[in-house]
């Protein structure tokens, strides 16, 4: 049985083994997950120990303390947050050895080609196609041939990998006809755009395939259930982008804070008063991500993660306007309007302006704040459905 007293036991081994002043960045963190210790959750062999996901923080604690690299979330969030879960769960055995170690030590960044021009919040409405190179069934092992436009893929520019839903069958219901898989950002077919956001830079792209040819060895999940695949990916994607750890008084409130204690002339009752509200929700958001992840030890994260992502969305827009608000002439400057080609996301980087429009996008990536509550409404609450006429009808003869 793995308990916090055998984690620190493997960890101070790991550390002893390759101390981390002497030892390169990413021999560290290839030792660190075949030690099991990358995400302790994760079965033996796949980084992990089989360990209670809540055990993840005393590794980490001694591993911050003893000075070692960590894996740069920021730039690998989307693999770590998204691909990993879902590749863990629908993956066969050869996806799960061949994919999660350099996903984990960063080594391959991994990008999401959900999001089409007409495929949004109506993510099943998507139109890329891909279709078997033989026209054969599941399991004859031809290629499939991948055409279509995707739209907003952030770390394409990046990535080597991306996890791709695509429509396999016109001929049903929208939700049945899509299957995913993982697709190779390298191949000639593939080109990628950067599309430039409100903040001056580019995160992300749009994404055109045109002939991509894809292995059958690299789908997850049977022909025609790419969209049951691709539901562990969103609600996973809602936990990743809403939930993230941290200590308190961390992330966008921590920076609000720390402007208020640098800057005493800036001072009003009232900004005062409105701060310490938003501390206390933060908190409050902060302590309810901690219940979550331990709700999720084992398993998938239900719609729980729709209400954390909801309420993260909306703090990090109020905070980060408070803070405009309080810096007064300052909170109006931006440092630089040059369209860069940023090497991951970070919600808290650069300075007030930058935090203030990058919070916008907040409440539209990984499903708007609109769709999170009809999740809720209709999932947590019980409200009654929104009317879908759209059920029963075959995908290609739906309205476009
Ligand atoms: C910073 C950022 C990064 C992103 N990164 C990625 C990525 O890496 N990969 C990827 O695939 N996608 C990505 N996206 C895309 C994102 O998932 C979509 O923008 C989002 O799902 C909304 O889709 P849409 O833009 O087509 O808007 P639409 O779906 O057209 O929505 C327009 C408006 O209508 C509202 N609306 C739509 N349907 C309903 C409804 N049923 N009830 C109530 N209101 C509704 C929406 O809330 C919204 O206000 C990213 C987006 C942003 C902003």
Aim: with cysteine; net charge negative.
């Amino acid at each position: 049985m793995t308990d916090a007293d055998d984690l620190r036991r493997r960890t101070a081994e790991l550390l002893a083994a390759h101390p981390p002043a002497i030892t390169g960045r990413l021999e560290f963190l290839r030792a660190r997950f075949d030690a099991g210790l990358a995400w302790v959750h994760f079965p033996r062999g796949l980084g992990g120990l089989d360990a209670p996901r809540s055990l993840q923080a005393v590794v980490d604690a001694e591993l911050e303390a003893a000075g070692a690299p960590g894996n740069d979330p920021g730039r690998i969030g989307i693999g770590l947050g998204m691909a990993a879960p879902t590749i863990l769960r629908f993956g066969a055995d050869e996806q799960k050895q061949r994919f999660l170690r350099p996903l984990w030590t960063g080594e391959e960044v991994w990008c999401q080609l959900f999001s089409e021009p007409g495929a949004g919040s109506d993510l099943a409405a998507l139109a890329t196609r891909a279709v078997r190179e033989d026209g054969g069934e599941a399991g004859s092992g031809g290629d499939w041939i991948v055409d279509g436009q995707k739209v907003w893929t952030s770390s394409a520019h990046l990535a080597r990998w991306a996890i791709l839903i695509a429509r396999t069958d016109p001929g049903v219901p929208k939700h049945r006809g899509i299957s995913y898989f993982v697709c190779d950002m390298t191949d000639p077919g593939v080109e990628v755009r950067p599309l430039r956001q409100i903040t001056g830079e580019a995160e992300f792209n749009e994404v055109f395939l045109t002939g991509v040819r894809i292995p059958d060895a690299h789908r997850l999940g049977a022909v025609g259930e790419g969209w049951k695949v691709a539901q562990t990916t969103l609600m996973n994607e809602r936990v990743a982008i809403g939930g993230a750890r941290m200590p308190r008084e961390g992330g966008m409130i921590g920076v609000a804070a720390a402007d208020w204690r640098a800057r005493p002339e800036l001072r009003t009752h009232d900004l005062h008063q409105r701060l310490l509200k938003l501390w206390v929700e933060a908190e409050v958001a902060r302590l309810t991500g901690e219940r979550l992840r331990q709700q999720m030890t084992k398993g998938q994260p239900g719609p729980e993660g729709s209400g954390m992502k909801l309420a993260f969305a909306r703090l990090a827009q109020e905070i980060s306007g408070w803070e405009v608000e309080f810096l007064a002439e300052d909170g109006l400057t931006y440092d630089d309007w040059t369209m860069r080609r940023p090497d991951g996301v970070d919600f808290t980087g650069r300075e007030a302006g930058y935090r203030y429009l990058r919070a916008k996008g907040n409440s539209i990536e990984g499903g708007t704040s609109e769709v999170l509550l009809n999740i809720v409404a209709e999932r947590v609450l019980g409200l009654p459905p929104e009317p879908r006429t759209d059920k029963d009808v075959a995908w290609k003869d739906l309205p476009r």
